[in-house]
């Protein structure tokens, strides 16, 4: 059976308009396997940029932070970037935990394989959206927190939702425990278009794969091949979204309830959101952090922040 709040939440979003789904739901076990294969296309130039100021600035960020660390990741798919800071954070103290929270649990299982073979590092797995997550992670006496939110998994929030999603995080931190937030940085359309809709149809696949899930996990009856992917490029918002459009007029029959389509009607399933270095400096000023360094990707306009809670 659904749990109440999803099926609470998938319902409402139905019967909005725009009709809109949660976007947690596009992690189960395929649709994180296909986050990964995304990763890999040549248009979605992101995880190389991200993976790029990772290895050229791990041991900063590990240098401005005086240890022992303790280090939280916010949904770290696989696990292969915190490999990467975990392996700086060890070459400075013998052992620290690492606290993986996703909602996705193939996500958690391959991210605790991969992190448990580390030399000094113990991992324990949350199951949780971040922040239920964050609240239920116990802490490491007398370590410094060290939260890292990559990916820019960010882009996923409105701007006002983001904002308050920082004060959130920063209400579970200390003084002087850190945030890393990597995030897009702004460029043109006609680049970020590609990143969302590639040659392969990988993308198409995993947004699609969302209608394949509540078919099979909540009953829901949708005709997946009359469904399209779509990506679209909201210039006033900046930022990518991912709709799922009917391609003819349908019912759909699930939790209870009948769901119409008109032809051309599209369900909004995730928003990518660009940012600018300077509003990020402005949000660390605004959610209760000071934002002690930035590093960016010349070649893929990214930035990581490193914000240390005031
Ligand atoms: C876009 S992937 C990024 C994975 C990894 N951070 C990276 O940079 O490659 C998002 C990850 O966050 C998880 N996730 C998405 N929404 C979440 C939420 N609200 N709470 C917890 N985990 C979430 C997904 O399961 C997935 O593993």
Redesign the pocket.
């Known amino acids: 059976m659904t749990d109440p709040p999803i099926a609470e939440a998938i319902l409402r979003g139905l019967r909005a308009r725009p009709k809109t789904l949660p976007?947690?739901l596009l992690?189960d076990a395929l649709g994180?396997a296909l986050?990964e294969a995304i990763?890999e296309l040549p248009e979605y130039g992101l995880?190389r940029a991200?993976l790029r100021v990772i290895e050229a600035h791990r041991a900063d960020v590990v240098r401005a932070l005086p240890g022992p660390l303790d280090v939280v990741e916010?949904?770290?798919?696989g696990g292969r970037?915190a490999a990467l800071f975990l392996r700086a954070v060890t070459a400075v103290q013998a052992r620290t935990v690492f606290t993986a929270?996703?909602?996705?649990a193939s996500?958690l299982r391959e991210c605790q394989r991969a992190l448990e073979q580390l030399d000094g590092v113990e991992v324990r797995s949350v199951e949780?959206?971040?922040l239920d997550?964050l609240r239920r992670a116990g802490r490491v006496e007398g370590a410094r927190r060290l939260v890292l939110f990559?990916?820019s998994?960010l882009s996923?929030f409105d701007r006002r939702d983001a904002l308050a999603f920082l004060r959130d995080v920063r209400a579970t931190l200390s003084p002087g425990d850190a945030l890393l937030l990597a995030t897009d940085l702004e460029k043109p359309a006609a680049e970020l278009l590609p990143a969302y809709d590639d040659a392969l149809g990988v993308t198409a696949a995993f947004n699609r794969n969302l209608l394949v899930r509540l078919n099979r996990e909540h009953g829901a009856d949708f005709p997946i091949a009359d469904f399209a992917h779509e990506a679209r490029w909201n210039a006033p918002e900046r930022r990518i979204e991912m709709h799922l459009v009917a391609r003819r007029a349908c019912e759909v029959r699930l939790l209870g309830a009948a769901v119409s389509f008109a032809a051309g009607e599209s369900i909004w399933t995730e928003s990518s959101h660009r940012f600018r270095v300077d509003e990020l400096r402005a949000w660390a000023d605004e959610s209760g952090y000071t934002c002690a360094e930035q590093w960016t990707d010349q070649r893929w306009p990214f930035a990581h922040s490193l914000f240390l809670a005031r």
């Open positions: 976007t947690f992690y994180s986050f990763t995880t991200d916010l949904g770290p798919g970037k929270i996703d909602v996705s996500a949780a959206t971040y997550g990559l990916g998994n996923n």
